[in-house]
């Protein structure tokens, strides 16, 4: 059996069911494993803590997969963990608001670096670490077998944390038919096209879904501005509920070209929408200098840090863009903004915002505070799971 063993005092967040071993936790690593491959983890006095999966090449060696000491995992605990994630789901089959959302969320499903997203019975997987690629036959044949309406599994593994992993980026058909070029998905009262061999993660931003349902409630009538749009995603949303106005601003032609399609496909939408390709951090300074304003404004940026140390520029970004979309909200108007970097605190996103509305010489109050949703949970002993946090919030 291969066994990792933890140095005295460091086994406490293992014990207490956090899935990461970094390497610094670890005394001695017996019998040589592969990259994936299952180990034993134990702590410095000889107590089997659980199981988890080895990864050399990153700082967190091993992703605990089981705190079961006396089982191993096999394929069939795999298949099981598999099959509990999307029973968790089955809500979401029932309830008509949408038929695309995420079916296994990592770690705190427990399955740590495995993500798995349905799209209409298209399921999207992405695999992160060197253990999600080793159970890969395993996670691929439990997703057909118990995601009801499944008809194919693609990969999208082409994330930036398989390098740290050692692994090359994959993608491809991995079982089932091929996926049509765009599948159409519903959310609420619209539907969008969704590209899942090139899209952005994969294919869509499931994690947003209940802050645009939020967002549009403050839609009727307004004119607004919806920064880094992606596909449309908030403009469509607020198209359907009365939007007098949408300017989407995205600095990618292809989300454009699809926002632009995904809006003509709204038939009872009456409302303006414009396309322009730009950088936001240049648009919101071409419409200062032309005096525009707006009733409601979405500031959703992609990922600013990926680790502490890019914290300190992420947190220049955020001001920034957030002290100039401010200063074009009307007053009274919503300012609905978004940090999806992990590193990046609630609490620190709220000061951030604060000290924008400072600069910005304008008083805001706090209409909700969203989250990434219910199909992303972060479980209770990983804390890291939280990384999309907002603010709605109303000048005064
Ligand atoms: N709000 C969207 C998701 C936004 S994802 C939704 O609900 O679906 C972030 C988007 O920002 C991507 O489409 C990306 O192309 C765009 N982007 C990244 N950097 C940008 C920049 N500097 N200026 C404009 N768009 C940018």
Same mark, same amino acid.
């Given at each position: 059996?291969?066994?990792?063993?933890?140095?005295?005092?460091?086994?406490?967040?293992?014990?207490?069911?956090?899935?990461?071993?970094?390497?610094?936790?670890?005394?001695?690593?017996?019998?040589?494993?592969?990259?994936?491959?299952?180990?034993?983890?134990?702590?410095?006095?000889?107590?089997?803590?659980?199981?988890?999966?080895?990864?050399?090449?990153?700082?967190?060696?091993?992703?605990?997969?089981?705190?079961?000491?006396?089982?191993?995992? &096999?394929?069939?605990?795999? *298949? @099981? $963990?598999?099959? %509990?994630?999307?029973?968790?789901?089955? !809500?979401?089959?029932?309830?008509? #608001?949408?038929?695309?959302?995420?079916?296994?969320?990592?770690?705190?499903?427990?399955?740590?670096?495995?993500?798995?997203?349905?799209?209409?019975?298209?399921?999207?997987?992405?695999?992160?670490?060197?253990?999600?690629?080793?159970?890969?036959?395993?996670?691929?044949?439990?997703?057909?077998?118990?995601?009801?309406?499944?008809?194919?599994?693609?990969?999208?593994?082409?994330? &930036?944390?398989?390098?740290? *992993? @050692? $692994?090359?980026? %994959?993608?491809?058909?991995?079982?089932? !038919?091929?996926?049509?070029?765009? #599948?159409?998905?519903?959310?609420?009262?619209?539907?969008?096209?969704?590209?899942?061999?090139?899209?952005?993660?994969?294919?869509?931003?499931?994690?947003?879904?209940?802050?645009?349902?939020?967002?549009?409630?403050?839609?009727?009538?307004?004119?607004?501005?919806?920064?880094?749009?992606?596909?449309?995603?908030?403009?469509?949303?607020?198209?359907?509920?009365?939007?007098?106005?949408?300017?989407?601003?995205?600095?990618?032609?292809?989300?454009?070209?699809?926002?632009?399609?995904?809006?003509?496909?709204?038939?009872?939408?009456?409302?303006?929408?414009?396309?322009?390709?730009?950088?936001?951090?240049?648009?919101?300074?071409?419409?200062?200098?032309?005096?525009?304003?707006?009733?409601?404004?979405?500031?959703?940026?992609?990922?600013?840090?990926?680790?502490?140390?890019?914290?300190?520029?992420?947190?220049?970004?955020?001001?920034?863009?957030?002290?100039?979309?401010?200063?074009?909200?009307?007053?009274?108007?919503?300012?609905?903004?978004?940090?999806?970097?992990?590193?990046?605190?609630?609490?620190?996103?709220?000061?951030?915002?604060?000290?924008?509305?400072?600069?910005?010489?304008?008083?805001?109050?706090?209409?909700?505070?969203?989250?990434?949703?219910?199909?992303?949970?972060?479980?209770?002993?990983?804390?890291?799971?939280?990384?999309?946090?907002?603010?709605?919030?109303?000048?005064?």
């Amino acid at each position: 059996m291969k066994k990792v063993i933890l140095n005295p005092k460091r086994d406490y967040s293992v014990v207490h069911h956090h899935p990461w071993v970094f390497s610094g936790a670890i005394r001695a690593v017996e019998g040589d494993p592969a990259p994936g491959e299952t180990v034993a983890v134990e702590s410095a006095r000889g107590e089997r803590l659980g199981w988890g999966s080895w990864s050399p090449a990153s700082q967190i060696r091993v992703r605990m997969l089981s705190f079961d000491s006396d089982h191993e995992p &096999d394929d069939a605990y795999v *298949e @099981g $963990l598999v099959a %509990a994630s999307v029973a968790r789901r089955a !809500a979401f089959w029932v309830d008509g #608001v949408t038929n695309a959302f995420r079916l296994v969320n990592a770690e705190s499903d427990g399955l740590p670096g495995v993500v798995a997203d349905y799209y209409a019975g298209t399921v999207v997987v992405q695999l992160a670490t060197a253990g999600a690629e080793r159970w890969k036959d395993v996670i691929v044949a439990a997703l057909m077998k118990y995601v009801p309406d499944c008809t194919c599994v693609y990969n999208r593994s082409d994330v &930036d944390a398989r390098a740290r *992993e @050692g $692994l090359e980026p %994959a993608t491809g058909l991995l079982a089932g !038919a091929e996926p049509p070029e765009l #599948v159409e998905v519903k959310e609420g009262p619209v539907s969008f096209l969704v590209d899942v061999r090139k899209g952005h993660k994969t294919g869509f931003y499931l994690d947003q879904r209940d802050a645009r349902a939020a967002v549009a409630a403050y839609a009727p009538t307004a004119e607004m501005l919806n920064c880094f749009s992606y596909t449309g995603g908030f403009g469509l949303m607020a198209c359907a509920s009365g939007a007098a106005s949408v300017t989407h601003v995205d600095a990618s032609a292809e989300a454009l070209a699809l926002a632009r399609k995904n809006t003509e496909r709204i038939h009872f939408c009456g409302t303006k929408c414009e396309f322009v390709e730009a950088d936001v951090f240049k648009q919101l300074r071409l419409y200062r200098d032309q005096g525009r304003t707006f009733d409601l404004i979405v500031l959703d940026p992609p990922k600013f840090a990926d680790t502490k140390a890019g914290l300190m520029r992420a947190t220049r970004g955020y001001k920034d863009i957030n002290l100039l979309a401010m200063k074009l909200l009307r007053p009274g108007g919503v300012l609905a903004t978004f940090s999806c970097s992990g590193a990046m605190t609630t609490d620190l996103f709220d000061k951030v915002c604060a000290e924008a509305a400072f600069d910005a010489k304008r008083d805001f109050q706090v209409l909700a505070r969203t989250r990434q949703g219910a199909d992303h949970p972060v479980s209770l002993t990983f804390p890291e799971g939280l990384y999309l946090k907002g603010l709605i919030l109303r000048s005064f």
